[in-house]
Every structure is written in structure tokens, then in C-alpha cells.
T-cell receptor, first 112, second 113 residues
């Protein structure tokens, strides 16, 4: 059974810092992994999707990596801004299924 | 273009009542998903539709929960005899096909008093 864990649960950093959010999963037979952002009281905004055959994906200041053998994905945010403050969720889809298993998220606060 | 929309945005009901939550996916998306999110938790999968059929309903917690997608577009999640524990945000997502990224709607916040 796939389980997804995100560490840390909360993170507070000064503006301009580069930071890394961690996501680990127990079943390495994943089809893909998707990172989302969720603002308070809002739905999820898709950030990056990594297929199982890929090692990383980049979009602007965001870079997500995937290491299936170690059961880990990281989301790297460069030059953080106060507008990056939100909860970041990772979700893994196991091969042979169509549903995402989500972590509980990392609540990020970027201080101006 | 228009994203996934969900109505109502908020629903307050009394214990024991019946509720319907609606999801309008992105036009042309064949796959539709329902998730439920409790406070401080990540979304939990409920059901997945491919076209009109429920391809995976393993996440529905019990037989009080039912969902339909009769024409392969709009979907309705139906909850009978609501309980206080059903209170949560119900999220809908769609994707072009099951292998593509999922796009989420804003959710319906259900409160059962």
C-alpha cells in the first residue's frame, strides 16, 4: 500500500532563500508524481508532473526531482518570495492505478 | 480556458440529510476524480471515472456515498444520511486522459451540523 510522507510539516524562511521540500513514498512502482500548491481555503494548483521515466522537471524557479530507487522526490524553490507562501503537496500515482496518494503537505511561509 | 468548477462552494446541512455536490470538468477531459480533504490533511481519493463509468470506487467510505457521471462530463457526488464526520472539503479533478496531470477545482466545503 502506497504511503506518502512530507517533511517538514512546516517551514518558515526569509525572502530570497533557496529551499527544498521533501516527499517520500513507500512503493517505488510509481507511474508519476505531481507537486501541487494549495492556498488557504482554495483548491490545488498543479506545479510540476514527473513521469516515472524522468529524473526531474523544471518550471521557472521550481525544480522537482524524482528518485524511485530511494522513494524520494524533492521540490526545489529558488529565490523564495512572500508570494510562495502556501501549502505544498506531493501526490504519487502507483503503476496500475489511476488515483493519487497525497502527503499531508508542507506549510511554507516566506517572510518579507 | 475554463478550469474545473464545483458547486456549491459551501454547503451546510443537518445530520441525516441528503446532499449533492456537482463537478464540471475541463471540456474534453475524459478522466474525473473525487477526493475528500479534512483539515490539515492531504486529499484522500474517493472515486475515479473514465468516461461515464466508475473505473475505481475503492475510496468511497461506505454505501452512503455514491457518484454518477451519466454523460461523461458533469459528475455529481451524492451523500445520503449525512453524518458529522462527513464534514470536509470535497475536491474534484479532471485530466485529459488517465495518464495526464490532474487539474483540481476549488472544492465544496461541506459542513454537517
Amino acid at each position: 500500500k502506497q504511503e506518502v510522507t512530507q517533511i517538514p510539516a512546516a517551514l518558515s524562511v526569509p525572502e530570497g532563500e533557496n529551499l527544498v521540500l521533501n516527499c517520500s513514498f513507500t512503493d517505488s512502482a510509481i507511474y508519476n508524481l505531481q507537486w501541487f500548491r494549495q492556498d488557504p481555503g482554495k483548491g490545488l494548483t498543479s506545479l510540476l508532473l514527473i513521469q516515472s521515466s524522468q529524473r526531474e522537471q523544471t518550471s521557472g524557479r521550481l525544480n522537482a526531482s524524482l528518485d524511485k530507487s530511494s522513494g524520494r522526490s524533492t521540490l526545489y524553490i529558488a529565490a523564495s518570495q512572500p508570494g510562495d507562501s502556501a501549502t505544498y503537496l506531493c501526490a504519487a500515482r502507483t503503476s496500475g492505478t489511476y488515483k493519487y496518494i497525497f502527503g499531508t503537505g508542507t506549510r511554507l511561509k516566506v517572510l518579507a | 480556458g475554463a478550469g474545473v468548477s464545483q458547486t456549491p462552494s459551501n454547503k451546510v446541512t443537518e445530520k441525516g440529510k441528503y446532499v449533492e455536490l456537482r463537478c464540471d470538468p475541463i471540456s474534453g477531459h475524459t478522466a474525473l476524480y473525487w477526493y475528500r480533504q479534512s483539515l490539515g490533511q492531504g486529499p484522500e481519493f474517493l472515486i475515479y471515472f473514465q468516461g461515464t463509468g466508475a473505473a475505481d470506487d475503492s475510496g468511497l467510505p461506505n454505501d452512503r456515498f455514491f457518484a454518477v457521471r451519466p454523460e461523461g462530463s458533469v459528475s455529481t457526488l451524492k451523500i445520503q444520511r449525512t453524518e458529522r464526520g462527513d464534514s470536509a472539503v470535497y475536491l474534484c479533478a479532471s485530466s485529459l486522459n488517465p495518464t495526464n496531470e490532474q487539474f483540481f477545482g476549488p472544492g465544496t466545503r461541506l459542513t454537517v451540523l
